[in-house]
Nanobody, 125 residues
Framework: QVQLVESGGGLVQPGGSLRLSCAAS????????MDWYRQTPGKQRELVAA???????NYADSVKGRFTISRDNAKNTVYLQMNKMKPEDTAVYYC???????????????????WGQGTQVTVSS
């Protein structure tokens, strides 16, 4: 079974930067689109940024020009560089993979809709 493990969250002052990482573990052949979502108490989880296996990206309007999503396919890792952070960026950030092809014995299967455990990001002075 594949796991997504996030790291890099923490406390940062307004205007500061953080870099989140999400590494997929397991016998992985390929990962399709990967995304970062965030959620605050009482609100729905919202898409922050997405990146395809080919590197095409998409961002929420609220983070355009401040956040950058990237990936290293050789390391099965996706990153979220967050700059010029604002208090409203405070949330639990989740990594998500649309589809992962992994080995099972001599064959392979697809796992869909895989989530990480989340990492807390707090922007406060």
């Amino acid at each position: 079974q594949v796991q997504l493990v996030e790291s890099g969250g923490g406390l940062v002052q307004p205007g500061g930067s953080l870099r989140l990482s999400c590494a997929a573990s397991g016998s992985i052949f390929s990962i399709y689109a990967m995304d970062w979502y965030r959620q605050t108490p009482g609100k729905q989880r919202e898409l922050v940024a997405a990146i395809t296996s080919g590197g095409s990206t998409n961002y929420a309007d609220s983070v355009k020009g401040r956040f950058t999503i990237s990936r290293d396919n050789a390391k099965n890792t996706v990153y979220l560089q967050m700059n010029k952070m604002k208090p409203e960026d405070t949330a639990v950030y989740y990594c998500h993979a649309d589809a992962i092809r992994r080995a099972v014995g001599v064959t392979s299967i697809y796992e869909y809709d895989t989530w990480g455990q989340g990492t807390q990001v707090t922007v406060s002075s």
